[in-house]
Protein backbone atom coordinates (compact mmCIF):
# COMPACT_ATOMS: atom_id res chain seq x y z
CA UNK A 1 0.00 0.00 0.00
CA UNK A 2 0.65 3.69 -0.20
CA UNK A 3 1.46 5.41 3.61
CA UNK A 4 3.43 8.30 5.00
CA UNK A 5 4.58 7.99 8.28
CA UNK A 6 5.25 10.77 10.89
CA UNK A 7 4.13 11.67 14.30
CA UNK A 8 1.21 12.62 15.78
CA UNK A 9 2.51 15.45 18.05
CA UNK A 10 6.11 17.07 19.38
CA UNK A 11 6.21 19.44 22.34
CA UNK A 12 9.44 21.31 22.58
CA UNK A 13 10.48 24.43 24.35
CA UNK A 14 11.25 28.20 22.75
CA UNK A 15 14.90 28.13 21.44
CA UNK A 16 14.82 24.22 21.56
CA UNK A 17 15.69 21.94 18.08
CA UNK A 18 12.83 19.89 16.77
CA UNK A 19 13.12 16.57 14.05
CA UNK A 20 10.19 15.78 12.68
CA UNK A 21 10.98 12.35 11.03
CA UNK A 22 9.21 11.03 7.90
CA UNK A 23 8.76 7.38 6.76
CA UNK A 24 7.21 7.16 3.02
CA UNK A 25 5.91 3.98 0.61
CA UNK A 26 4.28 5.01 -2.48
CA UNK A 27 3.89 3.56 -5.62
CA UNK A 28 6.48 6.34 -7.45
CA UNK A 29 8.88 8.56 -5.48
CA UNK A 30 10.10 11.89 -7.16
CA UNK A 31 10.23 14.38 -4.29
CA UNK A 32 9.56 14.80 -1.15
CA UNK A 33 8.03 18.37 0.47
CA UNK A 34 7.36 20.14 3.58
CA UNK A 35 4.46 22.14 4.70
CA UNK A 36 3.32 24.05 7.68
CA UNK A 37 -0.12 24.75 8.26
CA UNK A 38 -1.47 27.18 11.46
CA UNK A 39 -5.06 26.33 12.94
CA UNK A 40 -7.70 27.63 10.68
CA UNK A 41 -5.09 28.52 7.61
CA UNK A 42 -3.85 27.27 4.30
CA UNK A 43 -0.69 24.82 4.33
CA UNK A 44 2.50 27.27 3.24
CA UNK A 45 5.36 25.76 1.65
CA UNK A 46 8.78 25.05 3.29
CA UNK A 47 10.64 22.65 1.24
CA UNK A 48 11.39 20.10 -1.16
CA UNK A 49 14.23 17.64 -2.03
CA UNK A 50 14.69 15.72 -4.88
CA UNK A 51 17.81 14.18 -4.20
CA UNK A 52 19.54 12.77 -0.64
CA UNK A 53 20.85 15.18 1.11
CA UNK A 54 20.18 18.37 3.48
CA UNK A 55 18.76 21.60 2.26
CA UNK A 56 18.67 24.38 4.56
CA UNK A 57 16.44 27.48 4.55
CA UNK A 58 16.77 29.85 7.38
CA UNK A 59 15.81 28.20 10.61
CA UNK A 60 14.63 25.36 8.81
CA UNK A 61 15.96 22.05 7.37
CA UNK A 62 15.04 19.58 5.20
CA UNK A 63 16.83 15.76 4.85
CA UNK A 64 15.80 12.93 2.11
CA UNK A 65 17.64 10.01 2.22
CA UNK A 66 15.74 8.07 -1.01
CA UNK A 67 17.86 4.46 -0.28
CA UNK A 68 16.08 4.20 3.43
CA UNK A 69 12.48 6.06 2.05
CA UNK A 70 13.11 8.61 5.00
CA UNK A 71 13.08 12.12 5.45
CA UNK A 72 13.25 14.85 8.31
CA UNK A 73 12.56 18.27 8.81
CA UNK A 74 14.32 20.09 11.65
CA UNK A 75 13.34 23.17 13.09
CA UNK A 76 15.90 25.17 14.79
CA UNK A 77 15.66 28.22 17.56
CA UNK A 78 12.06 26.98 17.90
CA UNK A 79 9.78 30.11 18.49
CA UNK A 80 5.94 30.14 19.61
CA UNK A 81 4.97 31.14 15.95
CA UNK A 82 6.21 27.79 14.75
CA UNK A 83 3.71 26.31 17.00
CA UNK A 84 1.58 24.38 14.12
CA UNK A 85 0.61 21.46 12.27
CA UNK A 86 3.69 19.95 9.60
CA UNK A 87 2.74 17.68 6.89
CA UNK A 88 5.46 15.87 4.90
CA UNK A 89 4.34 15.24 1.41
CA UNK A 90 5.34 12.77 -1.47
CA UNK A 91 5.19 13.85 -5.35
CA UNK A 92 5.10 10.29 -7.08
CA UNK A 93 6.30 10.83 -10.40
CA UNK A 94 7.86 13.45 -12.85
CA UNK A 95 4.71 14.18 -14.66
CA UNK A 96 2.78 14.52 -11.41
CA UNK A 97 2.57 18.13 -11.21
CA UNK A 98 0.54 18.90 -8.19
CA UNK A 99 -0.60 15.06 -7.34
CA UNK A 100 0.91 15.07 -3.89
CA UNK A 101 0.31 12.43 -1.15
CA UNK A 102 0.38 13.75 2.33
CA UNK A 103 1.21 12.30 5.69
CA UNK A 104 -1.36 12.93 8.40
CA UNK A 105 0.82 15.39 10.29
CA UNK A 106 2.63 16.72 13.21
CA UNK A 107 1.39 19.20 15.58
CA UNK A 108 4.21 20.81 16.81
CA UNK A 109 3.74 22.72 20.28
CA UNK A 110 6.18 25.30 21.35
CA UNK A 111 5.87 26.42 25.02
CA UNK A 112 7.62 29.18 26.65
CA UNK B 1 -0.32 40.62 -6.08
CA UNK B 2 -2.76 38.17 -5.07
CA UNK B 3 -2.86 34.74 -3.47
CA UNK B 4 -4.68 31.76 -4.22
CA UNK B 5 -8.71 33.02 -3.61
CA UNK B 6 -11.26 30.72 -2.31
CA UNK B 7 -15.16 31.27 -2.33
CA UNK B 8 -17.77 30.50 -0.20
CA UNK B 9 -15.67 30.26 3.06
CA UNK B 10 -17.85 28.02 4.90
CA UNK B 11 -21.28 26.20 3.36
CA UNK B 12 -23.84 24.40 4.82
CA UNK B 13 -25.75 21.95 2.94
CA UNK B 14 -27.89 19.08 4.02
CA UNK B 15 -27.07 14.76 2.25
CA UNK B 16 -28.18 14.61 -1.27
CA UNK B 17 -27.64 18.39 -2.53
CA UNK B 18 -25.19 19.53 -4.56
CA UNK B 19 -22.30 22.04 -4.46
CA UNK B 20 -19.86 24.31 -5.90
CA UNK B 21 -16.46 25.62 -4.63
CA UNK B 22 -14.46 28.35 -6.29
CA UNK B 23 -10.88 28.86 -6.97
CA UNK B 24 -8.93 32.01 -8.19
CA UNK B 25 -5.37 30.81 -8.48
CA UNK B 26 -2.09 32.82 -7.85
CA UNK B 27 -1.17 35.42 -10.76
CA UNK B 28 0.61 33.63 -13.02
CA UNK B 29 -0.19 29.94 -12.60
CA UNK B 30 -1.80 27.82 -14.54
CA UNK B 31 -2.53 24.64 -12.78
CA UNK B 32 -4.85 24.26 -10.17
CA UNK B 33 -5.38 20.91 -7.58
CA UNK B 34 -7.80 20.46 -5.57
CA UNK B 35 -7.57 18.73 -2.15
CA UNK B 36 -10.29 17.34 0.92
CA UNK B 37 -8.64 18.04 4.46
CA UNK B 38 -10.97 16.41 6.81
CA UNK B 39 -9.97 17.35 10.62
CA UNK B 40 -6.40 16.24 11.61
CA UNK B 41 -5.62 14.61 8.81
CA UNK B 42 -3.86 15.73 5.73
CA UNK B 43 -5.17 16.87 2.59
CA UNK B 44 -6.41 14.02 0.38
CA UNK B 45 -5.94 14.83 -4.02
CA UNK B 46 -9.21 15.23 -5.42
CA UNK B 47 -7.81 16.22 -9.24
CA UNK B 48 -6.12 18.78 -11.25
CA UNK B 49 -6.66 20.95 -14.35
CA UNK B 50 -4.17 22.36 -16.68
CA UNK B 51 -5.45 23.57 -20.27
CA UNK B 52 -8.72 22.94 -18.86
CA UNK B 53 -8.62 19.24 -18.87
CA UNK B 54 -8.41 17.08 -15.57
CA UNK B 55 -5.06 16.16 -16.20
CA UNK B 56 -4.83 13.49 -12.93
CA UNK B 57 -7.29 12.05 -10.42
CA UNK B 58 -7.13 10.87 -6.59
CA UNK B 59 -9.00 8.03 -5.27
CA UNK B 60 -12.71 10.21 -5.82
CA UNK B 61 -15.72 8.87 -6.49
CA UNK B 62 -17.25 10.34 -9.83
CA UNK B 63 -19.89 12.84 -7.79
CA UNK B 64 -16.71 14.51 -7.62
CA UNK B 65 -16.14 16.87 -10.92
CA UNK B 66 -14.29 20.06 -11.80
CA UNK B 67 -13.96 22.40 -14.09
CA UNK B 68 -10.96 24.94 -15.18
CA UNK B 69 -11.69 28.08 -17.41
CA UNK B 70 -9.51 30.44 -19.61
CA UNK B 71 -8.77 32.43 -16.70
CA UNK B 72 -7.40 29.57 -15.17
CA UNK B 73 -10.15 29.69 -12.18
CA UNK B 74 -11.36 26.07 -11.37
CA UNK B 75 -14.55 25.24 -9.75
CA UNK B 76 -15.29 21.63 -7.88
CA UNK B 77 -18.66 20.45 -7.77
CA UNK B 78 -20.13 17.42 -5.52
CA UNK B 79 -23.19 15.92 -6.61
CA UNK B 80 -25.36 13.73 -3.90
CA UNK B 81 -23.42 14.86 -0.55
CA UNK B 82 -22.45 12.68 1.92
CA UNK B 83 -22.01 13.24 5.77
CA UNK B 84 -18.67 11.76 4.86
CA UNK B 85 -18.13 15.08 2.40
CA UNK B 86 -17.72 17.14 5.60
CA UNK B 87 -14.21 18.62 5.66
CA UNK B 88 -12.11 21.74 4.23
CA UNK B 89 -11.58 21.95 0.90
CA UNK B 90 -8.17 23.10 -0.45
CA UNK B 91 -7.11 24.65 -3.94
CA UNK B 92 -3.72 24.71 -4.61
CA UNK B 93 -2.05 26.83 -7.74
CA UNK B 94 1.09 25.71 -9.38
CA UNK B 95 3.00 26.67 -12.64
CA UNK B 96 3.76 23.46 -15.10
CA UNK B 97 7.05 25.05 -16.09
CA UNK B 98 8.47 26.22 -12.30
CA UNK B 99 10.70 24.10 -11.99
CA UNK B 100 11.82 21.26 -9.16
CA UNK B 101 10.75 22.39 -6.41
CA UNK B 102 6.95 21.29 -7.03
CA UNK B 103 5.42 24.47 -4.70
CA UNK B 104 2.13 24.39 -4.26
CA UNK B 105 0.15 27.44 -3.20
CA UNK B 106 -2.70 27.20 -1.07
CA UNK B 107 -6.11 29.04 -0.66
CA UNK B 108 -7.62 29.31 2.20
CA UNK B 109 -9.93 26.80 1.90
CA UNK B 110 -13.88 26.20 2.05
CA UNK B 111 -14.91 24.80 5.18
CA UNK B 112 -18.00 22.21 3.88
CA UNK B 113 -20.70 20.85 6.53
CA UNK B 114 -23.00 18.19 5.52
CA UNK B 115 -25.79 17.80 7.73
Known amino acids: GQSLEQPSEVTAVEGAIVQINCTYQTSGFYGLSWYQQHDGG ?9 LDGLEETGRFSS ?16 QMK ?3 SYFCAVREGGDS ?12 VVTP | DAGVTQSPTHLIKTRGQQVTLRCSPKSGHDTVSWYQQALGQGPQFIFQYYEEEERQRGNFPDRFSGHQ ?3 YSSELNVNAL ?3 DSALYLCAS ?22
Open chain 1, 42 to 50: APTFLSYNA
Open chain 1, 63 to 78: FLSRSDSYGYLLLQEL
Open chain 1, 82 to 84: DSA
Open chain 1, 97 to 108: WGKLQFGAGTQV
Open chain 2, 69 to 71: FPN
Open chain 2, 82 to 84: LLG
Open chain 2, 94 to 115: SRQLAGERNEQFFGPGTRLTVL
